[in-house]
């Protein structure tokens, strides 16, 4: 039978369903969730308002936490409490009524408010207790979404208040309340009990086809039902939208469209607007014209021209379709677009002809194109993706094929790409890629593994490994590179060569063990084809990294005492490091050394401290084979003994031979101890020390000990330090942006005096802390100045040091150890230091929150010479442009520099930086880099233009940078 309704007709689909079983597992009641407990009170038609200056908040289970502060009025339908600290728990619960939002709140303190007519209370350690059928509404000046690690005492003392009163509930007689309870005796947890509340284990997501039941309404403009025999049909027509509500409140879907279908199993429409139709009574829906489909609250969302769902199955088909739903657990959408879409399972679609991104551009900048896909929802929440011939896709463009693809939605294997003109590399196209997504392998999550690929017109093709691991108790890196190379190259030395070697490379291991609480296990791997691979192709390891070894390093470490093994081995047999070659330009070897340390042990009730410091080691030095020009050096970095240089084609050899040292294997024994007694008078610290270092030599391979091997060293000194400071209230400058001003002043001085058997400028250096040691007299004295301001204005102040000004004066003795050629001391450990008569020199002036201006110097007193110093400034002209500006000057080489610097946001899409270094001393430029940023949603692209004129080389380049989400 055929029945025609105009205009609207609302049908009422009510499904009956059976209540699934419920799992629950156990959970301590320890007062930090809400999880399993049903607080008993009634739940209220009405709002929670909560209002604060600030919220941290945090989740724990199905539990939201708050910590609030400042001004805190929380209201329950009329029941209003306010206070200036307070700890909040939330958490929802499906019920036949509805969601029933419950919330605990902890005051410490709680005052009523200034209404006659409003319902509260006020004392001191409230627990206050509710629910409500309505909403929760929060309004805070700022929110925090995460636990703060300032609060965990009062968080501690909250969570004990709440699990005291659920173990009285549990264990005592419940009383349902009408309205918001207040418990305002203590109910401390009683520790002799362990009680636990039952929490049902997460489901699995809901299907985004239908909720598992609900009321489903209709409202078109015009709908014809017909009925037959072996199935009923709703065809309707003109502005459809189909609501599914269920009854948890948290399944709800609904469907929009020009027209649809529904196909439900036979029975009468009386029966259908009696609401005994069940939900497996509804066959499938097609839709048709703009169909948009919304489930799960937005989870999933469904564009189509033509879509059909077939309930009795899950299963879903729709053409020219665009799914959104999200990754990195809700955190980035994820848009799929395809000719033809099906889900076949409740968390899994295929589709053919399919683009995926992050952006909802139909030509998203970035995307990974397929021709076929699955899409599975994994339980962690994030999409994983195994699709096949597939192309990366920049501007709809293809730049890149791959075959297979699997991998997490948020992982595109391309991570770095970077090509451009380099003089003494050509046309160049470095690449970095994730190498399980290439293999189509699901990433284990103890393990990532970048494959590089590289080549270069003018030298060659390289490969290489990156393999970052994280397994249970061991942490490391395995860096391996493979470049077949070939032609001249140009080390950082700006020397123009031959390349050594056609097969180079490099394999670097680091691993970190935990073995147990105390003992830990560091290892490294340390192999490099020739001594110039690092200065050519990685500058940056070659300037900053650590040194290159292999070694093995075990420590014990308890309280304040350690014990350490230590065993290393040169594979290389040449320096790949710039600063080591700057100063000893050798090697030293292990073969081990054995170390007891401890610190601040109290002696005499406390009244002194000491420390000791001893270590049994079997080393020798290890000299670089080859020559200067071999190894890509200038001469000039080797001065001879007598004066002069080493020649170019001269063994390195014959440098260390000239200063006396050998590669033989020596052993010794050394032991350091200090003792200090601090102290206080009124405000002033005082810190008298002394210490004593031996360094006994144990026996050589060639040659036995006598009393001439052992050194001995010692020192004693003074600590002292004070601080004074004053505030001046009325002080309020508004040119100077100065609102009220603290200066602080805070001298120090340290009075130091060391001796030595021998000249510690002929000691021989295998190890710096120990070797490197000075004597003499001298008097460090200096006074830092700060002056304190606040800025900002009513509610967002803020303290700021406007100028601090650091002085200091070195006096020494004219036996004192000179070291180097610029002046240092370390009050902390005074041999360390390089003593000559000197003033030191720092200042920061924070002039205005966009202008700064910095400087510090060392001048030498008995020519008053400055040795070493800068001065720059800066500047904040905005949000769009920072300036900097700063002028360098070294003696010991007579160089001037000055350097600029700009970072100029043009747009919301572009930015451009330069930084040019100007050499004042030959007249010329010495750096400078250019670089041009296009800003995409999900990479940037950059275009870059180095210089360097010491290599006397340009570099002309485009890098691609994927951001990570």
Known sequence: MRHWLQLVLLSVLSVAVTAQEIQFRDVQIKGDRLSGVVLPVLPRDAEIKILALRADAWTVDDTKRLVLTTDIVISIGTYTFQSEKASVWINRMPSELGVVSQIAVYMPTSTRTGGRAALGAEGKDLLIVGSTLGGINMDVALLTPKKPTNQQAFIQQSENRLAGYIQRLQVGETKLSTHPEVIASPLPVNEDETLISQVPVQQIKQPWLRSKSGIMSITADNVELETGETENTITIVGNVVLELRSTSGIDDMQMTADRAVIFTDPGSVRDMAAGKIESQDIRGIYLEGNVLVDSNHGDYLVRSPQAYYDFTTDNAMLVEAVLRTYAMHGKVPLFVRAKEMRQVAVNQWTAQGVQVSTSSFATPDLAIGSREITLTEQPDGNMFIDSSHNTLRMGGLPVFYWPHYAGEANDIPLHKVKFGYKKTFGSFLETEWDLFTLLGVQQPAELGIDLKLDGYKSRGAGVGLDAHYNFDNHKGELDTYFLSDAGSQKTSSGIKMDVPDHQRGYILWENQTKLSEHWSLQAQLSYISDPTFMSVWRQSDFYNRREFETSLYAKYQKENWAFTAFASHDLNKFISNSWLLASRQYAVEKAPELGLFRYADDLLNGAVTWSSETRITRERMRFQDGTPASN????????????????????????????????????????????????????????????????????????????????????????????????????????????????????????????????????????????????????????????????????????????????????????????????????WRPEYSSLEDSVMANSIWQISDGVALLGNGTWLTDNGRMVRGSIGAELDHGKDVRTFIEYREIANNDDQYLALGLQYKLSKRYSFNASPTWNMKEDDLQNLRLNLTRHYPDFDLVGQVTHNSIKDETQYGIAFRLLKF
């Open 632 to 827: 890509g050096l200038k001469r000039q970095a080797f001065p001879m003994p007598g004066g002069g240089f080493l020649g170019n084609n001269q063994p390195f050899t014959d440098l260390f031979a000239a200063r006396g040292l050998t590669e033989e294997f020596k052993n010794r024994l050394t032991t350091r101890h200090e003792f200090a007694a601090p102290f206080t008078v009124g405000a002033f610290k005082f810190a008298p020390f002394a210490s004593m270092q031996a360094d006994v030599r144990i026996g050589d391979d060639n040659a036995a000990a006598n009393d001439k091997d052992t050194k001995w060293f010692s020192t004693v000194g003074l600590r002292a330090s004070t601080q004074v400071q004053r505030i001046y209230n009325d002080v309020d400058n508004a040119i100077l942006d100065l609102h009220r001003l603290r200066h602080v002043i805070e001298p120090y001085a340290t009075l130091w005096y060391g001796s030595g058997s021998v000249d510690p400028m002929t000691i021989e250096q295998y190890n710096p802390l120990v070797d490197n040691v000075s004597t003499g007299a001298a008097a460090w004295v200096g006074v830092k100045n700060t002056l304190q301001t606040w800025r900002g204005g009513p509610g967002r102040w803020y303290e700021v040091d406007w100028l601090t000004v650091d002085v200091s004066v070195l006096t020494v003795d004219s036996k004192a150890t000179r070291r180097y050629d610029t002046p240092q001391f370390f009050s």
